[in-house]
């Protein structure tokens, strides 16, 4: 059995670690609250802007139809893996990873086996993960989620636009996880570019609603694809950002039940260590006085 002092040391530790792990709980819940807000009110509005883009490039000609929509043989893949900056977020970053892994392996192991698959590395963690592999690293972001918004965002999806636009690469897919509740996020594989449109529809007698543009639909849809590729991917930052604190809220939840279990069981070690303690001087004492009758 363990001394008292080894006991109350574990004690002192267990304890200072549950209020760190309790600390960390709140703060990733107010975190969680404020990503929530943003992603919930955000996604509408990506997906109307989204619909409106498809719409119109519906009816144009497939000449006009921009140079994102552009689709070439698949021979140059760039994978964007999104995982956070911190760690203690339970399996959030190692999901990520396995399922870039996954993608690339059997997606992709043909462009692989020919070196023409690169990573864009969105977080410190998988930044770090992907540096020990064999697998070009063509660029990274880290300092995206210190101040999370729109404007941070539009660098980093100016750079995948001019891969794509120069021909660097011929497809630009996401892995990251899609936020679905606090204790839910799903991972997903997300095609960025070429932009999937719509087929068109054969039957010219189906109604549908009449827009008159100004100036004309090139023109719009030129200004608008770039607008809905730049919130494309601040949508899915904003899911993994929200996903992200959901992930470290219950980790830290349970990492501070686990520790109250810990303080528990020790206190009891701690009792019965001590009772035996006073148990043994008792004896001595009694043995003492025995001796000297």
Avoid: W
Avoid at 52 to 66: D, H, K, P, V, Y
Avoid at 162 to 186: C, L, M, P, W
Avoid at 191 to 207: D, F, G, H, S, T
């Amino acid at each position: 059995m363990p001394s008292l002092k080894e006991v109350r040391t574990r004690i002192e530790s267990v304890n200072s670690t549950r209020q760190i792990t309790s600390a960390m709980k709140m703060v990733s819940a107010s975190k969680l609250r404020k990503a929530q807000n943003s992603i919930i009110t955000m996604r509408p509005y990506a997906a109307k802007l989204r619909e409106l883009m498809q719409n119109i490039a519906t009816n144009l000609e497939s000449s006009s139809q921009g140079k994102f929509s552009v689709v070439r043989p698949l021979e140059r893949i760039l994978v964007v893996p999104v995982t956070s900056n911190r760690g203690l977020c339970g399996a959030f970053n190692a999901n990520v990873i396995r399922q870039t892994n996954k993608v690339i392996n059997e997606k992709y192991s043909a462009q692989l086996e020919s070196g023409n698959v690169s990573l864009f590395c969105v977080g410190k963690k998988g930044l770090e993960y992907f540096r020990k592999s064999l697998i070009n690293i063509i660029d990274s972001e880290i300092a995206v989620f210190d101040k999370l918004s729109f404007e941070t965002v539009v660098p980093v999806a100016e750079k995948l636009m001019k891969h794509f636009e120069d021909a660097n690469f011929d497809r630009i897919v996401f892995v990251y996880n899609q936020f679905k509740n606090a204790g839910s996020q799903t991972l997903i594989e997300e095609q960025l570019l070429p932009i999937e449109l719509p087929a068109k529809v054969e039957n010219n007698n189906v109604e549908g609603p009449e827009f008159i543009f100004e100036p004309d639909k090139v023109q719009i849809l030129d200004q608008l694809i770039p607008r809905t590729l730049k919130m494309q991917v601040y949508k899915m930052l904003l899911d993994s950002y929200a996903s992200e604190h959901g992930a470290r809220m219950i980790a830290m939840h349970k990492a501070t039940d686990n520790a109250t279990d810990m303080l528990k069981e020790l206190k009891l070690t701690y009792n019965k260590a001590r009772q035996a303690s006073i148990t043994k001087e008792i004896l001595e004492i009694v043995g003492g006085a025995n001796a000297l009758t």
